[in-house]
């Protein structure tokens, strides 16, 4: 059983750029919180696992025991299940964070889906922006 259904996406203007994060956490198919934070100056990549650290974050202060999680970002995602090596120093240390606050559920799952099915947390993340 799922405690959290979490939606995660980074934006970046240039990149690069102001970026921005967007979260939706959902109990029970209900929406119970929606982030939508400006993180600086930043990359895509930075603003992908900046949202995926909010989210984990957010969902450890709920007490969740287990956690889905979507996100559009391909990298995050194949960076997360190990099928990508993450080489880029600034990425590196926020992989790193992201890994260790996983370790803290019981069960954790992370989705990638197109972007047609993240559209509320690219418009928080979007919305950050501004």
Known sequence: MVDLTIYIDGACRGN???AGIGVVIQKNGETIKEI?????????NIAEY????????????????SV????????????IMGEYKVKH???QGLF????LLMTQFKDIKITH?????????DKL?????K
């Open 89 to 91: 120093p600034n990425v």
């Open 113 to 121: 889906v197109l972007r047609e099915k993240n559209k509320q947390a």
């Open 68 to 79: 889905q999680i979507y996100t559009d970002s391909e990298l995050v995602y194949k960076q």
């Open 50 to 65: 900046s949202a995926l650290i909010q989210a984990l974050e957010e969902a450890l202060e709920k007490k969740a025991g």
């Open 125 to 129: 993340a979007t919305a950050a922006l």
């Open 36 to 44: 939508s934070k400006s993180i600086g100056e930043g990359t895509n």
């Open 96 to 99: 790193l964070k992201a890994k």
């Open 16 to 18: 690069p750029g102001p």
